[in-house]
């Protein structure tokens, strides 16, 4: 490839069904929100000891790259339109890990900050990055047009996922 065809590429990148997308495009921020949020769980899990906790963790990363690829489709041939079950299961399946979580978590009767040991700090680090995530996906998600409610409401849920697995591993 030749030096004028590095320059043309410089600041685009590609989405599903669709080439030439600027690096700008909101679509492409919320793809990385998504994928920092990703991230951000796979460095928490690192410190997790308890093996249903990582499985859990990784079970989220999974979802949120099928997440991922319905962003990749906004605006392009490949666009899901009207399927308003898209990612049902996916919240459901989450709905239904918090429940069991809130069973056998103890919730502290005042504010708390965690940190106490690697695995609430980078549990709580993922719980700040998956909620920055959610704020932007609302906004992108909205400014686009795009409902998309099931991944909004997985978003806010994992969230919750990352606080309740705090108040397990804690000290």
Known sequence: MNN???AKQVGFTDLLGLSGVSKTDRRIQLLGAVDEASASLSL???FLEDEGDKLLLETCQS???KLMSFVARIGTTLEQEGDQSFF???LAWLETELDGLREIVSFPEKFVFFGDNTQTGTLDMARTIV???EREANIILDELGVRFENGRQYLNRLSTLCYFLILKNRS
């Open 4 to 6: 004028e065809n590095n």
């Open 63 to 65: 979802q949120l790259s």
């Open 44 to 46: 928490a899990k690192a």
């Open 131 to 133: 909620r920055r995530a």
């Open 88 to 90: 049902a299961s996916e």
